[in-house]
């Protein structure tokens, strides 16, 4: 089967390699949302659709909160706003993020921002088109790539329409140069665009026909503080519809309180589609009774109109909602209250949990899961000390226990199957490259003997913490290539090329001169030394070299395929689920539950167990994501004045106190203490007189740390 980058489709095919072809997923930044390429979102004039868009752009380079998404990383912006200026940009920004909020505003570096250009030069849309290019390519060069482009507004941007020149000709020919534009650089360029007085798109069927997607935000007339955001086309995904609300500020908002249905309905077919909405099934006379001020003659002819339109049907003497109605606006399994929808496969709030009823019928029977998990991306992964799952010995198959972790990651590579992974690699192949360039050192472990920080003295308080769900957090958003690995030799310094691969690349490893914290990659290699390391690791050392910490990487050699982000997002929702079901069982109960989810995850690469996998690199991305993201968090403590004595394998992080310190569960910025996955507890460790104490100890007694003797001979 031959593979295509969806970024750069042949112009010239026949229908068969079409249907052969492995054409993968068109790459976004918001599932659901945002793509890589032109996108353009219109709406009246004054409703607020750049405010929405900065409000994308701050969750996007800020990770600030929007909606049920959740970016990979930062993601560097850049909006071209020709009708603003400094001052409306920053009240926007301190309407969407107050003061205080940002590390910036303490003096502290970003990992990305938003670049603001309220003039853009050239007169001829293909001197604004290659300007345009020239920055996009040189942030590549940089190594700090741009992600996504805001221009606001399309008309004046394109100009005016040359003499003589048809206007669907014209606009879409523009707006092809600037999709083709965007498919070069791999970003997501958002138009922001006004209606006609009809309300429909300004201008011709060429602007709406060049673009990957077209979405419109339009207003309820009975309520302006809720509006439709709704796509009038999608190329690359399904189409999508979101109900938003209006706070007082000014700032919309996605919300679960009304289903984009009701956002789109006024007057009494609003008022029948919320009784259906929030009751179920009813027959005229309920209706009547729910709707009192209504005359019965027009109830009759607004559910008359909602059954033309599809909103509704007539079925067994009663009135509900269609089931297309449904599938368009989902209830929570869970609580039974609408959901927006933004993934597939998603059937509850990520904030839902299961009741006391549901966690004991996933006690009785035999702990297999009732729900499927949403997405909510965590961090990192754990100790050998503790890890007492990885301990455990592989020789009887996960499947025969009580969580059945195997059968869910294959449903979760199933709901993946426009990738087309492959989960195991044919014996055959497995003794050949690049399979035998694996090693367990690709992990970038960080080990508490390998690097120390600066010795306090002795009567300083130690905190000593342990980060939750490590390994399945990583599954959530970790890089990896779902197909077959190819030999793509050398990638030199591009990084824009390099960052849609997923895979392996070999790279000498640079040099690291902080103090603070130990080499981002840990065990992999040493200073100087070639080694291979996963997407996960370059990807974190390109940001490094963006923000000038480490020198940018050289690719020597590569073996990758198409990269993508969210192939283990099913399994880790539901590893995700079951911890979160399981936290009031007895211990042995959450142990077997762990040791269920880390099988699996070792079952990617199993060395004597039987295994539905094989794809060791896989299992290494994974372990690689948790140990990046370990060391990341450590890092941001750091940047905040936190003082690191050490990062142990995975998910342990051993902190010097601040000098007056009084509080037992003191934990640094950013880190927080709960039993969540990405939260921190307070470790015991043992010293070794054999006793066990509980963090936070003095310097003193933590120098005594160790396994007793006779453990040891053991």
Request: charged letters at 25%.
């Amino acid at each position: 089967m031959r593979t295509v980058d969806p970024l750069q489709l042949p112009t010239s095919f026949t229908i068969t390699e079409a249907r052969t072809a492995d054409l993968g997923e068109h790459p976004r930044l918001l599932d659901g949302l945002l793509y890589v390429g032109l996108s353009v979102v219109f709406s009246a004039p004054g409703l607020g659709k750049s405010m929405l868009q900065a409000a994308v752009e701050e969750h996007l380079a800020f990770g600030r909160p929007f909606g049920h998404w959740m970016p990979e990383g930062p993601h560097r912006c850049m909006v071209v706003d020709l009708e603003g200026d400094m001052r409306l940009a920053a009240e926007r920004s301190l309407t969407l993020t107050p003061w205080g909020l940002l590390p910036s505003d303490h003096g502290r570096p970003m990992p990305a921002d938003i670049d603001y250009e309220t003039e853009w030069p050239g007169h001829e849309l293909a001197e604004k088109l290659a300007r345009l290019d020239q920055r996009l390519t040189e942030a590549e060069q940089e190594g700090r790539p741009y992600s996504y482009v805001r221009i606001d507004t399309l008309r004046l941007f394109l100009g005016s329409k040359p003499h003589g020149v048809n206007a669907y000709e014209w606009d879409a020919w523009c707006l092809r140069q600037v999709n083709r534009l965007a498919l070069q650089h791999g970003v997501c360029i958002v138009a922001v665009h006004h209606t006609n007085k009809a309300g429909e798109l300004s201008g011709s069927t060429g602007i709406a026909g060049s673009a990957v997607a077209v979405m419109k935000l339009t207003p309820n007339p009975d309520n302006p503080d809720e509006c439709l955001l709704v796509s009038e086309k999608v190329r690359v995904d399904a189409p999508f519809r979101y109900a938003l609300e209006m706070d007082d500020k000014g700032r919309w908002s996605f919300t679960d309180a009304i289903t984009p249905t009701q956002a789109q309905l006024t007057g009494t077919k609003r008022a029948v589609v919320d009784v259906l909405t929030s009751r179920g099934p009813r027959d005229a006379a309920d209706l009547r009774a729910a709707l009192p001020t209504i005359n019965p003659n027009t109830l009759k002819a607004a559910l008359r109109r909602l059954s033309r339109e599809g909103i509704t049907a007539y079925r067994r003497g009663r009135w509900e909602l269609s089931q297309l109605t449904i599938a368009d606006h989902p209830k929570c399994r869970l609580c039974d209250q609408p959901m927006t929808v933004v993934e597939r496969g998603q059937d509850t709030h990520p904030q839902c949990v299961p009741d006391p009823g549901v966690e004991e019928l996933a006690r009785t029977w035999l702990g297999t899961p009732t729900v499927e998990i949403p997405a909510q991306p965590g961090p990192a992964i754990e100790e050998p000390e503790h890890q007492e799952e990885d301990q455990e010995e592989e020789h009887d198959h996960p499947e025969t226990r009580r969580f059945p972790a195997f059968a869910e990651m294959k449903r979760g590579f199933e709901q993946r199957s426009r990738m087309h992974p492959l989960p195991r690699v044919v014996k055959a192949e497995r003794e050949g490259k690049p399979w035998t360039l694996m090693s367990e050192r690709m992990d970038g472990a960080h080990q508490s003997k390998g690097w120390t920080g600066p010795v306090p003295a002795d009567d300083a308080l130690i905190a000593v913490i342990d980060r939750n769900g490590s390994f399945p957090s990583a599954c959530s958003s970790v890089p990896v290539a779902p197909n077959a690995l190819t030999h793509t030799g050398a990638l030199g310094v591009d990084v824009a090329e390099r960052r849609q691969r997923g895979g392996i690349f070999q790279v000498v490893i640079p040099e690291w001169r902080e103090e603070g914290t130990p080499h981002p990659l840990g065990r992999v290699g040493a200073v100087g030394e070639t080694v291979w390391i996963t997407s996960s690791a370059i990807e974190h050392m390109d940001k490094l070299a963006a923000a000038g910490r480490v020198k940018l990487l050289d690719v020597l050699d590569s073996w990758t395929g198409r990269r993508n982000a969210s192939l283990f997002e099913p399994f880790y929702r539901w590893a995700k689920q079951l911890r979160e079901a399981t936290a009031s069982e007895p211990q042995e109960v959450r142990d077997e539950a762990k040791r269920a989810i880390s099988t699996a995850i070792r079952g990617l690469w199993p060395k004597q167990a039987r295994s539905p996998f094989w794809r060791p690199d896989w299992n290494i991305s994974i372990r690689a994501e948790a140990s990046i993201r370990h060391w990341d968090r450590a890092d941001k403590a750091v940047a905040g004045g936190a003082w690191l004595l050490s990062l142990g394998n995975t998910d342990e992080a051993v902190f010097v106190m601040p000098a007056g310190e009084t509080d037992r569960l003191w934990v640094p910025e950013p880190y927080r203490i709960g039993p969540g996955f990405g939260q921190v507890k307070h470790k015991p460790i043992k010293l070794r007189t054999g006793e066990e104490v509980m963090s936070p100890m003095p310097y003193a007694q933590f120098k005594l740390r160790g396994v007793p003797r006779r453990e040891r001979q053991r």
